[in-house]
């Protein structure tokens, strides 16, 4: 992921939009979903991206506007989320800015290169499903 967030979302909902119309059968994975959200959130402050910003303010103003998106996608979905134990450390997410973010214990499983490895894995098999449909 290039960590464009407003590209991922339209091609993404696009995507799903299709796809659903068509095959009410094969919905997206909400788990996959929600952490490539938070991904996206939380891109420029990730240990493990490749984020091109330098300057630490727009890092910080970049991050704190992509929180409130993922703060709107969460109210939008949360009844998806809201039973469920592992949606738990996402959720907390929009609420904690800065860039020790990662030492906060309930979120440090995030800053992690396998999470990280894990959400494009998942992402990849989606839109190949989601290809494979149409």
């Known amino acids: 992921m290039s960590g464009d967030s407003k590209t991922f979302n339209k091609a993404f909902q696009q995507m799903v939009k ?78 904690i800015l800065s860039v020790d973010t990662e030492q906060n214990e309930g979120l440090n499983a995030i800053y992690q290169k396998r999470w990280v490895d894990e959400i494009e894995q998942d992402m990849e098999r989606q839109v190949e499903i989601f290809c494979s449909l149409l």
């Open 18 to 95: 299709r796809t659903n119309s068509q095959y009410p059968e094969r919905s997206f994975d909400p788990w996959t979903e929600m952490r490539a959200q938070a991904h996206l959130a939380v891109f420029h402050i990730h240990p493990e991206t490749k984020s091109l910003l330098q300057d630490e303010e727009q890092i910080l103003d970049i991050t704190a506007a992509r929180l409130v998106e993922f703060k709107e996608y969460i109210e939008k979905n949360g009844a998806l989320f809201a039973n469920n134990e592992q949606f738990l450390p996402y959720i907390g997410l929009p609420y």
